[in-house]
Nanobody
Framework: QVQLVESGGGLVQAGGSLRLSCAAS????????MGWFRQAPGKEREFVVA????????YDTDSVKGRFTISRDNAKSTVYLQMNSLKPEDTAVYYC???????????????????WGQGTQVTVSS
């Protein structure tokens, strides 16, 4: 069992920055691939960024490339999402997720992650 709790969301002006945190408990955190997804009202949950269990490889989408960075601190059992140059279209509920690595892992897929946090709201104003 893995429990995930997100924090750090809030209201920020366009062009500003936020750092989201996801604290994990219940299992060995370092064994899991970690991802961040987001969901805007009326839209499907979409992949944002992911990081492998080792922290050696990261993945992202074109919409956040160069602006968002995922990192992890295994000693603190925490994964972070640093968001810079925020845009109004980044407004969404952000979820962190954990999944066990496997040879066929697809980090952008929701079904690759067995454990999810409750989400934290990020609102970017003009």
């Amino acid at each position: 069992q893995v429990q995930l709790v997100e924090s750090g969301g809030g209201l920020v002006q366009a062009g500003g920055s936020l750092r989201l945190s996801c604290a994990a408990s219940g299992r060995t955190f370092s064994s899991y691939n970690m991802g961040w997804f987001r969901q805007a009202p009326g839209k499907e949950r979409e992949f944002v960024v992911a990081i492998t269990w080792s922290g050696g490889t990261t993945y992202d989408t074109d919409s956040v490339k160069g602006r968002f960075t995922i990192s992890r601190d295994n000693a603190k059992s925490t994964v972070y999402l640093q968001m810079n140059s925020l845009k109004p279209e980044d407004t969404a509920v952000y979820y962190c997720a954990a999944g066990l690595p496997k040879p066929s892992s697809r980090y952008y897929r929701v079904d690759e992650y067995a454990y999810w946090g409750q989400g934290t709201q990020v609102t970017v104003s003009s």
